[in-house]
């Protein structure tokens, strides 16, 4: 603070320095420099002693007085906040003479810096030249084994770490090229020189080769990183895309693409872990029952009719549950084919779940508060409502006049925010859409129930026709491609704002398809129950057939009987197979709709448009069919049901996932043809937002909800007996057991006995809500304390407004009083920057103070400043709102050219 | 690609990715981009002796790697080969930039090219201050460094703040050329006080890098749309 008094002192001469500091040239930043020169030129009086006073600010922290070490340290750091580090870098380029000089940014330096531009280089300049021989005799004692003192050898390795830093950051540091490449070399060279220096005799080959190493590593990282990106695929269709429907209709491509890679990583988990293992290793088909096509199937299995409703041959398959024996171990291997197949049930559900919160976790990071974002309706749509991604003509003429539109709107808003007439019959209107779609919601679900009721009467009768076999999968697809459209035309009555609009419609179709799926699994239950209570009779009639056949009589008793053909031997239905196969069935016509649906809807509309405009009676490409827009709610929906179909599935067939991956796979190219082709821009262009963490939210549901029935049925109902995996098990998770009774060491089956314990249970989920609750009010007192914070500065703010105030009637010649104002606010500067600095106050605290602040005394400044808008405004230095914080925004271009906006008096 | 690769020094070529946040592959990319282009220009200036080489941009820009483009700089490069290095300076006019079809739609283009240009008299980009474009505009670039350069696009006069003009001149380009689209006076300064009244902090008319920086770092979708992918 002794400093700042100082500083002061020095302000009444500094004035005219100040002011040609202010306006002084820097490398890099030419224009901001040049306007704000001449304005400080023009200038006289307040604006130039403002600057000096800045200056003097800056001074006061970033100039180190030589020998003191403690002050050259926080000089420096001070100083590459306040000044960007450029004169820093100077400085150091000067003194260390081991640089060619940057030739025009030295040039500009001599020639046009003023004098005390020159100045604050030469303080440093004395200082670093002390340090200079020091730190050279530093280097060369050290590379002859002496050992250094601590303290030197700290200060070195600290401006090592230093210039490591500003590598590291450089990137984001707003600088030209040829700047950063200077600053790079410059640094790295420093590094390489010094680096030697540090460590001591055998320590210093060690830290050598830690060096060495840590390069290599970043290296290799960065190569990593380049293939990495090499390997995504898909991303120039993708960038197509982006800049013809720009970020809205891309983001659903995005996640089909991420969609596409969770599924390869799940189908390598159940191919390579279960059915190749298998094919390989397990007994061959035909060798027992369960892998048998039985005697009365035998005629058609390979019709094309009955392959593709998944009987037949394939049904008797490795793609299903219940072609899998329950051989405790298969092949030479001895491959645990039962534990790796309940294994891999549980795990597609563990990676799927850790890869979901885990991408919505990275998505959420560094976001801030939604509720925010009604502070700066304007800001936001003024500053951010380009869609920079847009390179297609059309679609920018679109989004032109959706920003019109949309401001027009919002002034509209703004000037008749206070009346309220029209706010009933909108929410008459609200009440009356959702109404009708929860009575559509109902009608589908009762639908839906009532066909599958009639399937199982179907799958009773014989010779059932195509129609009636397919009932379910028909009404349900059409179902899925009527109600959207829809439920689209009652929203229109709601009059949402886009945006608003598309997560209503998402969240209407998720509870659409929701309740579709889930009635689908009730019928299907109702149905896996009658099957199971159907079981024991089945198996008492294979029992007695089997005994029959080995104790008929008439066959010669010496010879011993040829077993029983696979084939004749009578079985279970299996439901589980039975299971897999609706989720096929499902997966595959959902599949074909949404093609069919594409071909149709899309691509022949887009054709009858095209060709029959030259001779028709109206315009059709701006009249009525006109081309359709991309449906993204509809299509990330049906995604995330797919999905939800694959994750209920993959239990009960195996095979799922994999033709669940081709279906991606050849959605990814008939999709991005279907858009470029056939679809036309939204007419109202909006951006994609957070909706991604939104669609991933549904997926984590959607994951949830098909958890919950296929951990059902693995706790609660008996397998099949003659069947899959766990057939002749009580339950499917005894495989568990098994494992760990028979091939576990005693002891570990016993740590297991003694962890499934509801007695270490219980207090292990009473600890996680301990846990939960202390976090929470962690979270909560952390809250009031950012709350606090912001009323502290809140008063500052009103302290600021006063002030300025007092200046504001006040003359435009500087009196006494305003270097005391001046030190008081520093001081209070001072004051607030020792609060905020805990770490509880980070950068966007920080801003929210400042946001604060200002907002809330607005009436303040108001009645205190009456004709604020042509009287100067004079900030007291000591508060400039980015002095306090956010080194990295600050840098010489801003300072540079911030002061010229304060206008000279009249 | 690897010969160009091999071609832009090994060395250089990680000091630039370094120093932006772009991959090899993007930096190779507007090697293609910017360079390419530029080179086959030169070739046509020498050859024709025509002053303004016709901007060839429009050539590459379907496939900026289709290898015609490819054998056009593999071609031309055993020539300059010397030059590689030097031509890495060479200035790139305004006009092939703006033919990018990355940039032909964009309504601030010209703002874009301004404020990375660093030659002196502010026309034209040499390919390092196209990689400063692309690394501020590509996807991994800090919000920071985003609406740091966001500020100085918007600010049309180079002053330092977002004064009355600026947004003005900035509604403008937003809601396009178009008659039937424009703002009318009233609705404008409607506008633009109701923008002042939310963003600037200080009362002071003018909107500065710190206010503006405040105001975008709660926006939620401004890093996901600033962006330009090559």
């Known amino acids: ?906 | 690609m690897g010969g160009s690769g091999s071609r832009l020094s090994k060395e250089l070529l990680a000091e630039y990715q370094d120093l932006t946040f772009l991959t090899k592959q993007e930096i190779l990319l507007s090697v293609y981009v910017v360079l390419a282009p530029h080179l086959v220009d030169n070739e046509q200036q020498a050859r024709s002796g025509n002053e303004h080489g016709r901007p060839i941009a429009e050539n590459t820009d379907s496939s900026p790697l289709s290898t015609r483009a490819h054998r056009r700089f593999c071609e031309l490069l055993p020539q300059e080969q010397r030059s590689v290095e030097s031509s890495l300076q060479a200035q790139v006019p305004f006009e092939q930039i703006l033919s990018l079809p990355e940039l032909k739609a964009n309504p601030f283009k010209e703002r874009i090219c301004r404020v990375f240009s660093t030659s002196p008299a502010r026309d034209s980009l040499s390919f390092e201050d196209f990689l400063d474009l692309l690394s501020v505009f590509s996807d991994t670039a800090t919000p920071d460094i985003k609406s740091h350069y966001a500020f100085r696009i918007f600010d049309f006069d180079d002053d330092g703040t977002l004064n009355r003009e600026d947004l003005s001149r900035l509604v403008n380009c937003l809601t396009g050329e178009g008659e039937d689209t424009r703002l009318s006076a009233s609705e404008m300064k409607q506008l633009i006080d109701n923008i002042l009244e939310e963003s600037d902090i200080d009362r002071d008319g003018t909107i500065n890098l710190s206010e503006f920086q405040h105001v975008i770092s709660r926006s939620p979708d401004f890093a996901s749309s600033f962006k330009i992918v090559l």
């Not at chain 1, 096509?293 to 299995?301: G, L, S």
């Not at chain 1, 925010?372 to 003024?382: A, C, I, P, R, V």
């Not at chain 1, 000591?878 to 050219?897: E, L, M």
């Open chain 1, 1 to 906: 603070m002794s400093h700042q008094v100082n500083d002061l002192k020095e302000e009444a001469q500094g004035r005219v320095k100040g002011r040609a500091r202010s306006g002084s040239p820097r490398t890099g930043d030419r224009l901001g420099r040049r306007s704000s020169s001449k304005q400080t030129l023009k200038a006289e009086g307040t604006p130039g002693r403002r600057g000096a006073q800045r200056s003097q600010k800056e001074r006061a922290g970033g100039s180190p007085s030589p020998g003191s070490p403690r002050r050259k340290q926080t000089g420096r750091r001070r100083h590459r906040e306040e000044l960007g580090e450029q004169e820093r870098s100077k400085a150091e380029r000067t003194c260390e003479g081991r640089r060619k000089r940057d030739e025009r940014a030295s040039f500009k330096e001599h020639t046009a810096a003023p004098k005390k531009e020159k100045e604050i280089p030469r303080k440093e300049e004395k200082s670093k030249r002390q340090k200079k021989p020091r730190s050279s005799s530093l280097a060369s004692s050290a590379s002859g084994g002496e050992s250094l003192s601590e303290e030197k050898l700290a200060r070195i390795l600290e401006r090592v770490e230093e210039k490591k830093q500003l590598i590291a950051t450089m990137r984001s540091k707003p600088w030209p090229m040829a700047k950063k490449l200077t600053e790079l070399r410059e640094a790295q060279e420093f590094v390489e020189k010094y680096e030697g220096a540090l460590g001591k005799g055998k320590g210093k080959r060690l830290y050598a080769y830690k060096m060495l190493m840590a390069k290599k590593w970043v290296k290799f990282k960065r190569d990593f990183d380049n293939f990495k990106t090499q390997c995504i695929p898909w991303e120039m269709k993708i960038k197509d895309i982006e800049s013809h429907f720009g970020s809205s209709v891309a983001s659903y491509f995005i996640f089909l693409r991420w969609m596409y890679g969770v599924n390869l990583v799940l189908f390598g988990l159940i191919f390579g872990l279960v059915i190749i293992p298998e094919v390989l290793m397990g007994m061959p088909y035909g060798s027992i029952p369960r892998k048998t096509v039985p005697r009365a199937e035998e005629e058609k299995a390979m019709d094309f009719s009955v392959l593709w409703d998944f009987e037949g041959y394939i049904k008797y398959s490795a793609l299903f549950y219940g072609y899998y024996n329950n051989q405790r171990t298969i092949g030479w291997l001895r491959y645990r084919l039962p534990m790796a197949y309940f294994m891999v049930g549980v795990s597609v559900f563990g990676y799927s779940l850790m890869i979901i919160i885990r991408s919505m976790a990275s998505n959420t990071q560094g976001s801030t508060g939604e509720g925010e974002s009604d502070n700066f309706t304007f800001s936001f749509k003024m500053f951010t409502s380009w869609d920079y991604l847009i390179g297609n003509s059309e679609t920018a003429d679109n989004k032109y006049a959706s920003i019109t539109t949309s401001f027009k709107e919002s002034i509209v808003d703004e000037q008749e925010s206070n009346k309220e007439e029209n706010i009933h019959l909108t929410r008459f209107l609200r009440v009356l859409a959702n109404f009708l779609i929860i009575c559509c919601l109902c009608g589908s679900g009762y639908l839906i129930y009532f066909v599958v009721k009639r399937s199982q009467q179907f799958s009773k009768m014989q010779n059932v026709s195509w129609y009636e076999r397919n009932e379910v999968e028909i009404v349900m697809s059409l179902l899925g491609m009527f109600c959207p459209p829809l439920f689209e035309t009652i929203a229109a009555l709601e009059n949402y704002h886009p945006r608003t609009g598309l997560k209503w419609q998402l969240g209407r179709i998720f509870a659409l398809f929701l309740g579709n799926l889930y009635t689908f699994l009730l019928a299907l239950m109702d149905d896996v129950h009658l099957k199971l209570a159907n079981e024991e009779t089945i198996k008492n009639i294979t029992h007695w057939t089997l005994f029959n056949y080995y104790n008929s009589s008439g066959w010669n008793e010496s010879v011993p009987r040829p077993p029983l053909h696979p084939a004749d031997v009578p079985r279970g239905s299996c439901w589980e197979t039975a299971v897999g196969i609706e989720f096929m069935r499902l997966t595959v016509s959902d599949m074909l709709v949404t093609y069919i649906t594409i071909l149709l809807v899309d691509f022949l509309r887009a054709c009858f448009v095209r060709f029959m405009n030259y001779c028709w009676c109206w315009d059709l490409e701006a009249g009525f069919p006109s081309y359709a827009e991309f449906d993204i709610s509809g299509n990330v929906l049906g995604l995330i049901f797919n999905q939800g179909m694959i994750w209920m599935g993959s239990f009960y067939a195996p095979g799922l996932v994999g033709i669940n991956v081709l279906r991606l796979l050849t959605s990814m190219y008939f999709q991005c043809w279907a858009v470029m082709s056939s679809n036309v821009p939204h007419e109202r262009v909006f951006k994609a937002s957070r909706s991604n963490n939104f669609y991933m939210g549904l997926l984590l549901l959607v994951l949830f909800l098909s958890l919950l029935p296929v951990a059902y049925t693995i706790m609660s109902l008996p397998p099949s007996f003659d069947c899959g995996p766990f057939s002749g098990k009580n339950r499917m998770y005894d495989v568990l057991q098994e494992t760990i009774e028979n091939d576990f060491p005693t002891f570990l089956g016993k740590i297991f006995a003694f962890l499934a314990n509801p007695g270490l249970i219980i207090p292990a989920i009473l600890l996680m809500f301990l846990a939960i609750y202390y976090l929470n009010s962690v979270s909560k007192s952390l809250s009031r304390a950012n709350a606090q914070l912001r009323k502290k500065i809140q008063v500052l703010r009103e302290v600021e407004k006063s002030h300025k105030s007092v200046k504001g009637k006040a003359t435009a010649r500087d009196s006494e009083d305003t270097p005391k104002s001046s030190s008081k606010n520093a001081i209070q500067l001072q004051l607030t920057k020792e609060e905020t600095t805990p770490p509880s106050a980070s950068k966007s605290q920080a801003m929210d103070k400042k946001a604060q602040g200002p907002r809330t005394s607005n009436s303040a400044s108001r009645t205190t400043l009456p004709a604020s808008g042509h009287l100067p405004i004079s900030r007291p230095p000591g508060i400039r709102p980015d002095s306090g914080h956010a080194p990295s925004q600050t840098h010489p271009w801003r300072s540079a050219s911030g002061k010229s906006a304060q206008r000279p008096p009249r």
